[in-house]
């Protein structure tokens, strides 16, 4: 599979970004956004089970952003709200199949995507 991300940016904050990660090949049953700011750790954002469109987001952002998938499509998205200089980062989009108790682990996904830069400035 090929997973290729896009919609990253500048915005103030306060601002909004949607991120799109548009996938390729075969297709998973959990799609995920992690993210990495300088000199940190790889860090879980959101994630999306297929099987009963089962979501999944990390406390930070919990009320703000929001993860959908366009199965159609097969496009992955990160509605980002109310973004705060902290949510600066680069975007990883991720699949594979974890189970539910791994869903926040990054080793557990097979593919990845490029990554795309989120700025924040305040």
């Known amino acids: 599979v090929q997973l290729q991300a896009s919609g990253g940016g500048l915005v103030q904050a306060g601002g909004s970004l949607r991120l799109s990660c548009a996938a390729s090949?075969?297709?998973?049953?959990?799609y995920a956004w992690f993210r990495q700011a300088p000199g940190k750790e790889r860090e879980f954002v959101a994630a999306?089970?297929?099987?009963?469109?089962?979501?999944y987001l990390s406390d930070s952002v919990k009320g703000r952003f929001t993860i959908s998938r366009d199965n159609a499509q097969n496009i992955l998205y990160l509605e980002m709200n109310m973004l705060k200089p902290e949510d600066t980062a680069v975007y990883y989009c991720?699949?594979?199949?974890?189970?539910?108790?791994?869903?926040?682990?990054?080793?557990?996904?097979?593919?990845w995507g490029q990554g795309t830069l989120v700025t924040v400035s305040s």
């Open positions: 999306f089970r297929r099987s009963g469109n089962r979501i």
């Open positions: 991720a699949a594979g199949d974890p189970i539910t108790s791994a869903v926040r682990a990054s080793e557990i996904y097979r593919a």
């Open positions: 090949g075969r297709t998973y049953g959990t």
